[in-house]
């Protein structure tokens, strides 16, 4: 039985991969709460690693945040996550843990990067102003992981997700992602009988979503992985692998699909006055696709599991 540690396990992703690795079976998965294991704490995570001998790691944990968190926040941003991933990286080395998977963002691409995004745009453009603290971070997430692995031979592997959502996603007024938002923003409306939602922008750009089930499946897929086909269809230097559906919908057909799912009849109103954002962020999947894996959940299927859940869980969300 593999012993493995999650870190970031109360997190949308590594819940969901904590949740497929315990279905599975056959793995002994560590994790620990926040207020028992600080991962910015050097010592505490090496004392940590060194008592528990893991076989497998799933580096999940991070700080994240929105537009507004981002900008308010840079220094903790880039502090906190680059600390956590050079605490766990360099604690596995240390402990002899040859096999390691880091969770990246698609924030990494530059900001103006060719669509669909390939795993080649990495280092190639300037990143967008608002999250490059955090971006940059991951980008040193990656490089670390390679570092490892050219010098020491160690199995450290990275995989970059689209925009996420799904079972324990953030629900927050203020600080949610557009699919969360959405969902509350209609559920709101349908429950207060609204005959309208106003939506911000054209409704124009296209984006494209994974359910946090396929990425937690993607996760595991890429880290079981034998060495020989994971390094064939990757560079020493540029390892990642990007994690999407390689579809995109226009935020009107998403904010319709998901009206349709909650449940909603009354208009959708858009504010063109706010603004749209970059006009289209697709990932190039095609490395993963030639590892064999792909997508399985429909973005229909996918928000109903969602509003599903937020409606099991909405007593959380309040304020």
């Known amino acids: 039985m593999k012993k493995v540690f999650v870190a970031g396990h109360r997190g949308m992703v590594g819940s969901a991969i904590v949740r497929q690795l315990e279905a599975r079976g056959g793995f002994n998965v560590v994790t620990r709460l926040r207020s028992e294991l600080d991962l910015n704490n050097q010592q505490a995570v090496r004392d940590f690693f060194a008592a528990e001998q893991f076989d497998q790691v799933y580096l999940a944990a991070a700080k994240v945040g929105g537009i507004i968190a981002n900008n308010t926040y840079p220094a903790e941003f880039i502090y906190e996550n680059l600390m956590i991933q050079a605490n766990i990286i ?34 190639t453009g300037t990143l967008e102003p608002t999250n490059e603290p955090y971006a940059i971070a991951k980008i040193a997430g990656i490089k670390l992981c390679e570092s490892y692995n050219r010098q020491y031979g160690r199995d450290y592997r990275s995989v970059m997700p689209t925009n996420l959502y799904g ?24 429950v207060k009988g609204a005959t309208e ?43 990642h692998i990007n994690v999407g559906t390689g579809v995109d919908c226009t935020i009107k057909e998403l904010t319709e699909t998901v009206a349709k799912v909650v ?25 993963l696709k030639a590892l064999g894996w792909q997508y399985t959940t429909e973005l ?15 007593d959380g969300f309040r304020g």
């Open 263 to 287: 449940g909603f009849e009354g208009d959708i109103v858009w504010d063109t006055s706010k603004p749209d954002g970059a006009p289209r962020k697709l990932m190039n999947v095609d490395r």
């Open 90 to 123: 360099h604690a596995a080395h240390a402990t002899d843990v040859q096999h390691l998977l880091f969770l990246g963002s698609s924030c990494i691409y530059p900001k103006f990067a060719e669509q669909p995004m390939a795993e080649t745009a990495l280092l």
């Open 197 to 239: 939602v106003v939506a911000w922008g054209s409704g124009s750009p296209m984006r494209e979503f994974l359910h946090v089930d396929d990425m937690a499946a993607a996760s595991i897929f890429v880290m079981e992985l034998d060495k020989k086909t994971y390094e064939g269809n990757t560079q020493p230097m540029l390892s």
């Open 300 to 314: 229909e299927d996918g928000l109903r599991d969602a509003y599903r859940w937020f409606l099991a869980n909405q």
């Open 167 to 190: 079972p324990n996603d953030n629900f927050h007024p203020q600080n949610s992602h557009v699919i969360p938002a959405l969902l509350r923003r209609f559920h709101e409306a349908k």
